[in-house]
């Protein structure tokens, strides 16, 4: 159980991980998942994909296709209005080598 608790405390502290406690879920968050769900997005993906837009995070990335395609739509349509970028995991690694090499370059 100590191991546990360690490697929770490490992942919390992390600057690249984000989560959400049980309790931070507001009636809002649920609604947004709702309203995604009506959408033909599954529960525990729109239940993820909330979370990232919530801990404002820049990228979702997913390679289920056929999700990104559907939160895709749901930009579109302004049905999701905050601002997220959606990726698959080999294009996530792309987008982090172009700023690499930016990063280089300056």
């Known amino acids: 159980m100590y ?9 919390r502290s992390s600057p690249f991980l984000n989560y959400v406690e049980p309790g931070g879920m507001t009636e809002g968050f649920f609604k947004s998942v709702m309203d995604y769900v009506k959408r033909q997005i599954d529960f525990i993906d729109a239940a993820h994909l909330r979370t990232a ?12 296709v056929e999700l990104r395609m559907r939160a895709q739509r749901l930009l579109c349509d302004h049905t999701i209005k905050e601002r997220i970028s959606l990726a698959s995991a080999s ?7 172009k700023a690499n090499n930016l990063k280089n370059k300056m």
């Open 91 to 97: 294009g996530f690694r792309e987008v982090i080598e």
């Open 3 to 11: 191991r546990l608790m360690q490697s929770l405390d490490k992942l």
């Open 53 to 64: 837009i919530d801990t404002d995070c820049d990228y979702f990335v997913t390679n289920d």
